[in-house]
C-alpha cells in the first residue's frame, strides 16, 4: 500500500543526498547551483516518453533531475506535499479530474503540454463491434472481460462508470499498462475478440489496425489535454526550470516517434529522450527560458 510518508522521506532524503554528492563534484558546480527537479509520473508510455524529454532538456540547462514512477494517485499526493516539483502527465479536463480538484489550492496548472488525446474502450479493426453496447453481445468470445490497466488509473474509474451505465456484462480486470498490451498484441495474433482500455496517444496505435468503440452517451467525454502541473513555489526556487517547464509543449506526432523508439527490444526512454532532443534542437529552444 502506498505510504506519502515514505513517499516523503524518500524523496527529501534523495534530494539530500545529492545535493552533498554534488558539492563535492568539481565538474558539476552548475547543476548545484540550480538545484534538483524532481519529476513525478505515471508508467503509462506517453508519460515516460514525456516525462524523460522533460528530464533531458533540464539536465541539458545544468538542472540535475530525479524521476519519481507512481500510481496516478501516489503522484497527485506527491505534488499536493510538495515531494515532486512538477509533473507533466496531468490528463484534464477528465481522467485526472478528481485528483486535481483535491490538490489544486497546492499546484499550480501551467497549461497544456499536448492537446488531441482521447479514452475510451478499443477493439482490433476487424472486430464487428463497433459501439460500447456491443460488448454484451460478445460476452462469451471475450471470457466476459474488458482489460484494463492499473487500477488507481483514472480511466479505470470512467470505465467502471461505463460497465454501469451501459449495464454490461463484463468485468474491468485491472493489470498496468504492459499487461493491457500484451493481452492484446496475443488477440491480434490469434485475430481473437478484446476490448482494452487506452487512449490516445499511445503507440499502439501506430503498432495495429485499431479502432474506437462508440460512446453515445458520452461517459468518456471529448478530447482532453495533458497539463503541466507545478508545485506552489517552484516559480521562485527554480526559476529557469520552472520557465522551462512552462514553456515545454508538443505535437502526438512528436510524442509517437519517441513512444515507438521505445517500444525497441532492450530500449533505454533516457537514452531515447536524449537522441530525441539532440535531433530536434529547432522544437527544444522553443521551451528555454530566455
Known sequence: MFDIKTLSRGVRLS???MAAGTAVAT?????????TVTLAYVEWASEVA??????AVLEDQGYDVEM????AAAMWQAMSYGDADAIVAAWLPTTHADYYARVEDKVEDLGTNLDGTKLGLVVPAYSDMDTISDIDANAETL??????IDPGAGLMSLTEEVVDKYDLD???????????????????QNEEEIVVTSWTPHWMFARWDLKYLEDPKGIYGGAEQIHTIARNGLKEDLPGAYAILDNFEWTPEQMGEVMLMNQKD????????KKWVADNQDVVKQWLAE
Open 143 to 148: 471470457d466476459g472481460q474488458i482489460v484494463g
Open 15 to 17: 534530494a539530500i543526498m
Open 170 to 188: 463484463a468485468d474491468l480486470r485491472s493489470g498496468s499498462g504492459a499487461t493491457m498490451t500484451a493481452a492484446l498484441a496475443s488477440a491480434l
Open 27 to 35: 565538474g558539476q558546480v552548475q547543476a548545484e547551483e540550480k538545484g
Open 50 to 55: 514525456s516525462t524523460n524529454v522533460v528530464r
Open 266 to 273: 532492450d530500449s533505454d526512454p533516457y537514452e531515447n529522450a
Open 68 to 71: 519519481s514512477s507512481l500510481s
